[in-house]
Nanobody, 122 residues
Framework: VQLQASGGGLVQAGGSLRLSCAAS????????MGWFRQAPGKEREFVAA????????WYADSVKGRFTISRDNAKNTVYLQMDSLKPEDTAEYFC????????????????WGQGTLVTVSS
């Protein structure tokens, strides 16, 4: 599975961005998908995940209530709507395919796509 994230950019604190992750697979609808982020000098951290049908979602406490994950299986795409952005949200954002175990752990994912950089200015 090849994944391509897009939609990052520079935004002021309090602003919004919508990230997209397009998958090059016909079996996209079978997979739980996740978003992670990595800030400079820090480890990659879980942001959000969504079940194959979109019926279940999981969020990191740091983004709960501000970010919304969704998917369009007809377009093989998962989205991350980010509102009320804060400078601490600045990071490179990655999408990945869940393969098993904890949805919160990066080791449970593979097929990492290229990231998209989000910079939030204060």
């Amino acid at each position: 599975v090849q994944l391509q994230a897009s939609g990052g950019g520079l935004v002021q604190a309090g602003g919004s961005l919508r990230l997209s992750c397009a998958a090059s697979t016909r079996t996209f609808s079978r997979y739980i998908m996740g978003w992670f982020r990595q800030a400079p000098g820090k480890e990659r951290e879980f942001v959000a995940a969504i079940s194959s049908t979109g019926g279940s979602t999981w969020y990191a406490d740091s983004v709960k209530g501000r970010f919304t994950i969704s998917r369009d299986n007809a377009k093989n795409t998962v989205y991350l709507q980010m509102d009320s952005l804060k400078p601490e949200d600045t990071a490179e954002y990655f999408c990945a395919v869940y393969r098993g175990a904890s949805v919160y752990a990066s080791v449970s994912y593979n097929s990492w796509g290229q990231g998209t950089l989000v910079t939030v200015s204060s």
